[in-house]
């Protein structure tokens, strides 16, 4: 099993930075691809960035591209996702997720190729 771990959130106003840590433990050998999620009240969860281990690739939703950056640390254990110009809309409850086999592409966005999951971390973005 794999335990995954946000931390980082909190409010900030918008035009602001943060930066979200994922820590992974367990049987992070297995772990081929990291990503980010989020989750806004009355919405569905959409994909923000995700990094895969085969050659470090880097993938983004259009709505964060240019503004966030998804990086690797510590030997894989440990995936950020730093938030610049932040919005309003990016409001949102912020979920770590990892699987077991390398993405590429849209095969890196949908949730449901994920195996592991963390507990959220809040991002409020004032006006």
């Known amino acids: 099993q794999v335990q995954l771990v946000e931390s980082g959130g909190g409010l900030v106003q918008a035009g602001g930075s943060l930066r979200l840590s994922c820590a992974a433990s367990?049987?992070?050998?297995?772990?081929?691809?990291m990503g980010w999620f989020r989750q806004a009240p009355g919405k569905e969860r959409e994909f923000v960035a995700a990094?895969?281990?085969?050659?470090?690739?880097?993938y983004y939703a259009d709505s964060v591209k240019g503004r966030f950056t998804i990086s690797e640390v510590n030997a894989k254990n440990t995936v950020y996702l730093q938030m610049n110009s932040l919005k309003p809309e990016d409001s949102a409850v912020y979920y770590c997720?990892?699987?077991?086999?390398?993405?590429?592409?849209?095969?890196?966005?949908?949730?449901?190729?994920?195996?592991?999951w963390g507990q959220g971390a809040q991002v409020t973005v004032s006006s």
């Open positions: 990094i895969s281990w085969s050659g470090g690739s880097t």
């Open positions: 997720a990892a699987k077991r086999n390398y993405c590429s592409g849209s095969g890196c966005s949908a949730a449901i190729s994920y195996d592991y």
């Open positions: 367990g049987r992070t050998f297995s772990i081929y691809a």
